[in-house]
């Protein structure tokens, strides 16, 4: 199951874009099967990130994934025709890094690791030892 669709792409591009993106053949109409193909790369991609810490492909992925996979999918369509516009590079080096935090397991995906555990948590614990106390009753007798 792909973690975008091609909606998700056509809600990032416009069509006038999305139709000289993918229109290969002159026809001015958009070619589904480059969109996803361009889906496919973006989602071997993350599995190949993600598949460090979780089987994939994951059977219900995040909403975070929704995201990556559009921003490098788009990036993908972008790259077929040789000049990718700024934004659409600089999503996907901010994919790229997320992608790089969830493979050194420091972006959860949420649910269990890969072990069925729950994620642990890397919390702060607060413990405190006292020190027995310097003024007691007995020792300020006379005072």
Do not use: W
Request: with cysteine; proline share 9%.
């Amino acid at each position: 199951m792909p973690y975008c669709t091609p909606a998700d792409i056509r809600d990032r591009i416009d069509l006038r874009r999305l139709v000289q993106l993918t229109d290969d053949e002159g026809e001015g109409i958009v070619d589904d099967s480059r969109i996803e193909k361009a889906i496919a790369d973006a989602d071997n991609e993350i599995d190949g990130y993600v598949g460090i810490r979780h089987a994939v492909p994951l059977p219900s992925p995040p909403p975070l994934l929704n995201k990556l996979s559009a921003d490098l999918a788009v990036y993908h369509l972008y790259s077929r025709r040789g000049r990718v516009p700024e934004v659409h590079a600089e999503r996907y080096r901010k994919a790229a890094g997320i992608l790089e935090q969830i493979a050194l397991g420091k972006i959860s995906l949420g649910g269990s690791d890969p072990d069925g555990n729950p994620p642990a948590s890397d919390a702060p614990e607060m413990s405190c030892e006292n020190p027995s106390r310097l003024f007691t009753r007995s020792s300020m007798h006379g005072f």
